[in-house]
């Protein structure tokens, strides 16, 4: 058998085939990269629409924690298809693209809510109320003091939950998208032994996944000591 | 649009789904034993082993967590036939998602070795305990009470999203019943609702359950909202 | 009439009631130091002042005029006219020392920066900081991030000082540079109420001495006769306590 994969392996890394493998890599990316970060900017404002105070503001806070603990709790795959059945009931022809990017979304949302709060949260009740006792507004509080400390704990777990992302989009390859493991069945379909299309593809997400997590884990080193934080903030004027 | 929502159909369904719940729960049971296991071995080469070792399942920590377990899956139940073993869908599941759970558990498991302090186990010895009872009375406590949430978090993962990866190869679990059912009345919406309800619901009470065992057994405050 | 005053002042953390009906006058260039046991309530009268806890009942008065602490606008007001040093000094870390002194003036109250800085680097010189502008607090000693909180404060140019146990979190040997520092300040005039446990700096700086127990004051006067000659059995007790060491 294992002659047989040898003999395939020509026609296998063929240039169209490479080709299409290539795409597909950038479509997992692109998936990955354009939900992951509309989540985090939508689970940004969902966090700061919970953080207001006043009565006015319950019914917010409610359905975003009722949002966050749900999602949380129900699996990708599951999320995939609730979205595929709700666009296509109102909207026919949309886009597999969007669709997955819509569940990535809305998933992320709920992943990265969490890690967002926890970072606002982490800067120091005092030094809140330093500023609250010299009269700066809530806005900029937020502004000013909580967000240029809140990055460096928000930052590390935030970018590892989307390199993290990049496998579960094979996922999406259920509803039809063409990523890498969509390709990687059309290929097996084909007739290409499962070993040699699968273990390429899985070589492939290795190649993606790998270098950006240690791109992450090099972030939260640089992010962890203070003298660095500084000079990445004096960029930035206060 | 439309469409005319029918709940009670999908609630008639809810026998075939529990059933697919506890294929979900046996999975997930099966999949953190035998992934805790290679956890230990892998944590216990990584601490203690010689470089050799500790490469080797450095590399297999590496691999299984940088790559997605449905391809995992997949090169099990679409490769190994190749090589003329067959196994059946739920076999492939449970295989690849030990060997993935391994990867993650090497990791929280080795977080517990690196947690158990030297001092503690020279406290206990000036008490006059032997290793085998200073491991057993200090260091084992230790580092269970440290990596028990990280595990029982890991535990309502898996639940629920590692088995129902399951469903893309035929596996029967819970969202493996909602495709079977719904591609039969044809109301897939509802399922899928119903369904992820019935997800929300069990890993709200394994988390519970888990917390309150962690709070008894561990005095250990486990974390669910 | 009083720079400040405060009266019968109560306030309650749920069914815990932290301030019973406190009285206090302050007038212009006024010291007055608050002392008493922990959970007297002393950093609570400053904290209600300041709309940091809100107050359940009572008045407080600054130059004759009531403060509505519901009142979003009125709160505003009270602060633009007294400032706060905390025990934890509380300065805000993602800044340097010249920026924590100048962002409330340029950006609250929108002086214009060169008359901010100019007068900031006036301050931190006069606290004995005059070379640490930007160097970041966790560069500097608790002494030095106080002497800053304090130059911080200054630099709102407030009417009404708060202290509150400004020394408590230094080490001894850097206690003596803050209370220099306070020294100063009451010698140019400003009116300041003090909480503080520092009993001999008290009783060197402070014009009248307001000792607390309970959420109510138990008895006020000049500090020879609070520390020498207390009147009640109370404040006997703590005095003894205090002095025995």
Redo the contacts between chains.
């Keep these: 058998m294992l002659i047989e994969i040898l003999h395939q392996i020509p026609r296998f890394f063929s240039g169209g085939h490479l080709r299409l493998l290539f795409q597909a890599m950038g479509m997992t990316l692109a998936l990955t990269a354009i939900g992951c970060v509309t989540g985090f900017l939508i689970a940004f404002l969902l966090v700061l629409l919970r953080r207001m105070p006043g009565i006015w503001a319950l019914p917010f806070r409610l359905v975003s924690i009722l949002y966050v603990e749900v999602f949380r709790r129900i699996p990708f795959l599951v999320v995939t298809y609730l979205v595929l059945f709700f666009i296509q009931a109102f909207v026919s022809d949309a886009s597999l693209f969007t669709i997955a990017v819509v569940a990535i979304c809305i998933y992320a949302v709920a992943y990265t809510a969490e890690i967002i709060r926890g970072g606002l949260e982490s800067v120091a009740r005092q030094q809140i109320e330093a500023a609250t006792a010299m009269n700066f507004s809530r806005w900029q509080t937020l502004m000013r003091v909580i967000l240029p400390q809140a990055w460096a704990v928000i930052l590390p777990p935030a970018v590892a939950f989307m390199v993290g992302f990049i496998k579960d989009t094979a996922l999406v390859s259920q509803v039809g998208v063409f990523e890498l493991t969509f390709r990687g069945k059309e290929l097996n379909n084909e007739g290409f032994s499962g070993v040699l299309v699968f273990g390429t593809i899985a070589l492939l997400y290795f190649a993606m996944s790998y270098p950006l997590s240690r791109c992450g884990g090099w972030l939260e080193r640089r992010l962890a000591s203070p003298r660095s934080q500084r000079s990445h903030q004096r960029l930035r004027p206060t | 649009m439309n469409y005319t929502f029918q709940f009670g159909v999908a609630l008639q369904q809810l026998p075939g789904l529990l059933q697919g719940a506890i294929v979900t729960f046996e999975l997930g049971l099966l999949t953190f034993w035998g992934g805790a296991l290679i956890g230990l071995l892998g944590a216990s080469l990584k601490t203690f082993g010689g470089p050799v070792l500790r490469r080797f399942a450095g590399a297999y920590v590496i691999f299984f967590t940088n790559t997605p377990a449905l391809i995992q899956i997949y090169f099990l139940y679409y490769g190994l036939p190749d090589f003329g073993i067959r196994w059946d869908s739920f076999t492939c599941t449970l295989i690849g998602l030990t060997l993935n759970a391994g990867a993650y558990l090497t990791e929280i498991m080795r977080a517990g070795f690196i947690s158990a302090h030297r001092h503690e186990m020279e406290a206990a010895e000036t008490l006059g305990m032997s290793l085998w009872q200073q491991i057993r009375f200090v260091i084992v406590p230790h580092i269970a009470k440290t990596i028990y949430p990280a595990l029982a978090n890991f535990f309502v993962v898996i639940l629920v999203m590692g088995t129902s990866v399951g469903a893309v190869v035929g596996v029967n679990e819970l969202t493996g019943q909602a495709i079977n059912i719904s591609t039969e009345n044809y109301r897939w919406i509802e399922m899928f609702v119903v369904v992820a309800g019935i997800y929300v619901v069990l890993t709200l009470i394994a988390s519970l359950s888990l917390a309150l065992v962690g709070r008894w057994a561990f005095r250990v405050r486990v974390k669910i909202f | 009439m009083h720079h400040l005053e405060v009266k019968d002042l109560t306030s309650a953390y749920g069914q815990l009631s932290v301030l019973k009906g406190v009285n206090l006058r302050l007038s212009k260039g006024e010291v007055v130091a608050l002392i008493g046991p922990s959970g007297s309530g002393k950093s609570t009268v400053l904290r209600v002042l ?3 806890t809100p107050p359940t009942g009572g008045q407080v008065l600054i130059d004759g005029a009531p403060v509505n602490y519901r009142k979003a606008a009125s709160v ?1 007001a009270a ?2 006219r007294m ?2 040093v ?1 025990q ?1 000094y ?6 340097d020392v010249l ?1 924590n002194v100048t ?2 003036p340029v ?2 109250k929108r002086r214009p920066r060169r008359e901010v800085e100019a007068e900031a680097e006036r301050l931190l010189a006069k606290v004995g900081l005059a070379e640490k502008h930007h160097a ?1 607090p ?1 560069e500097l000693s608790g002494g030095q991030q106080q002497r800053v909180a304090i130059a911080r404060a200054l630099a ?1 140019k407030p009417e009404i000082l708060l202290l509150d146990e400004v020394t408590s979190a230094l080490d001894p040997e850097l206690v003596n540079e803050v209370l220099d520092t306070i020294r100063g300040l009451a010698a140019e005039g400003m009116t300041m109420l003090i909480v503080s446990h520092e009993m001999a700096f008290v009783r060197e700086v402070a014009s009248k001495v307001v000792m607390m127990d309970k959420g109510l004051v138990v008895e006020e006067g000049p500090p020879k006769r609070i520390f020498d000659n207390p009147q009640t059995d109370r404040a006997r007790e703590f005095v003894g306590k205090i002095l025995r060491h």
Aim: charged letters at 25%; proline letters at 0%.
């Design positions: 300041m709309g940091l505003r602060r633009d400032a706060i905390f934890q509380n300065l805000f870390q993602n800044m920026r962002i409330a950006k609250i970041y966790d709102l």
